[in-house]
């Protein structure tokens, strides 16, 4: 591998591992939130149950995930300063914006969630998963327009060898942008439906005694599932209008792109006509559980095609038609250096994936009977789970 492929796997290893992270938290958090919503209009236990516990999973994942994320902003500073020297004008100020939005806002609200548990008034502690959720949205919307602006650098000029904002407006309707940003956040509610669907599977498989916490929790999660995969197809098909001519020519994108495409319709299918007209079944049907599980890494691994295909499809540009990858580099980088970072970086996101996915099992596995969340907190039920 020469020095350019090198940093071009550097960035596929951080991005595609970090986005591992990501996708889940866009399924997550509006869930948590829905859920949290009905505890706090009714009051009832099993809402508090849900909430408790798959609030939990959330946590887990976005605390790990938010590790990955400084990785990124490494690796960015490290490899590719001409990018920053060509087009920092415009590309800093939405990467700028995201690295506020998800490391401060959006972990502050987490932070008064978990810690303000039984503490903070009712409907207090209800905005705080609610502003995490609008403020991980947000992050994402932010991140979507800095990576538009690399599919089709809109709204700028070039003066004087560098790229300067003209038009902030058209960064935001950008065309690579607008269907684009739905997509991953239907693709994200499709897999955060998805873990729902495959954790109480396995949970109803070992005949847990929380018959009751994962049918319903099946249930949210199929059609969640349903709802996310309508629209990721939808936005996905709208996106054709956004993308860049000639972007397919490239084998390898195009390959992406098909595995995407193909697998996702199948899945599509099978969660829109057969799991959601069996949803009253699929709980009670032991014989699916092992399927059901099997099928939830899918959304994560289409999810990578699907930038893959983005991503690759861009080459060699790193700003489509101004600046290519190779003069996006960081100048005087050796082949040394980027595979000591490469490994580095590797090791460590490949370390919080496998730590993040051990913790979750581990959670999943000891049910919903005494969730670590909201646990020896003024007026705390202790067991909520119990009266399911
Ligand atoms: C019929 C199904 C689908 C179609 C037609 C479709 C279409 C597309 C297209 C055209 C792109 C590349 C856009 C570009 O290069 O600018 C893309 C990217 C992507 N896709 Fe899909 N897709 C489908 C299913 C899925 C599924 C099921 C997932 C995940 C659960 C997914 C996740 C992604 C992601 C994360 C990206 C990268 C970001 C983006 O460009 O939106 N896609 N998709």
Redesign the pocket.
Same mark, same amino acid.
């Given at each position: 591998m020469d020095l350019l492929d090198l940093a071009r796997t550097q960035f596929a290893v951080t991005g595609g591992l970090h986005?591992l992270f990501v996708?889940l938290t866009l399924g997550m958090a509006p869930l948590v939130a829905l859920m949290h919503t009905r505890w706090a209009m009714t009051g009832r236990p099993h809402h508090e149950a849900m909430t408790r516990f798959w609030g939990q999973i959330y946590v887990i994942n976005y605390a790990l995930g938010i590790v990955t994320g400084l990785v990124m902003e490494f690796q960015f500073g490290l490899a590719w300063s001409g990018l920053s020297h060509y087009a920092g004008d415009v590309f800093g100020a939405p990467l700028a914006m995201e690295t506020l939005l998800a490391f401060f806002l959006e972990s502050t609200f987490l932070g008064l969630w978990i810690f303000g548990w039984g503490r903070l008034p009712r409907w207090l502690h209800l905005a705080c998963i609610w502003l995490v959720t609008l403020t991980a949205y947000a992050s994402a919307f932010f991140i979507m327009l800095a990576n538009s602006f690399l599919?089709n650098p809109a709204g700028s000029v070039a003066r004087d060898g560098r790229l300067e904002l003209v038009d902030f407006g058209a960064l935001l309707t950008n065309k $690579?942008l607008v269907f684009?940003f739905p997509?991953?956040v239907a $693709?994200g509610l499709?897999?955060g439906g998805m873990v729902l669907v495959g954790a109480s599977a396995y949970m109803l498989r070992r005949r847990t005694e929380q018959v009751e916490f994962f049918t319903r929790s099946m249930r949210l999660g199929v059609v969640t599932a349903a709802i996310g995969?309508t629209f990721? %197809?939808g936005f !996905?098909?709208a996106?054709?209008a !956004?993308?860049q001519d000639g972007?397919w020519d490239n084998t390898g994108a195009a390959l992406a792109?098909a595995l %995407? %495409?193909e697998v !996702?319709?199948l899945? !599509?299918l099978v969660v829109l006509l057969v799991m959601l007209p069996l949803i009253r079944f699929l709980p009670r049907w032991r014989w699916a559980h092992p399927l059901l599980v099997a099928m939830t890494p899918l959304?994560f691994v289409?999810?990578i095609a699907?930038?893959v $295909?983005?991503e690759v499809?861009r080459q060699p540009w790193m700003v489509w038609g101004k600046l290519t990858v190779a003069d996006a580099m960081t100048p005087g980088l050796t082949a040394g250096m980027v595979t000591a970072s490469l490994a580095g970086f590797a090791g460590v996101l490949g370390l919080l994936a496998v730590v993040d996915y051990v913790l979750i099992a581990r959670a999943i596995r000891r049910g919903p009977r005494e969730p670590d969340l909201g646990a020896g907190v003024p007026g705390e039920t202790r067991t909520p789970a119990l009266s399911l």
């Open positions: 986005f996708v599919q $690579a684009s997509h991953v $693709a499709f897999t995969v990721t %197809m !996905g098909y996106q054709f !956004g993308v972007k792109l %995407m %495409m !996702g319709q899945l !599509g959304p289409l999810s699907g930038w $295909a983005r499809g």
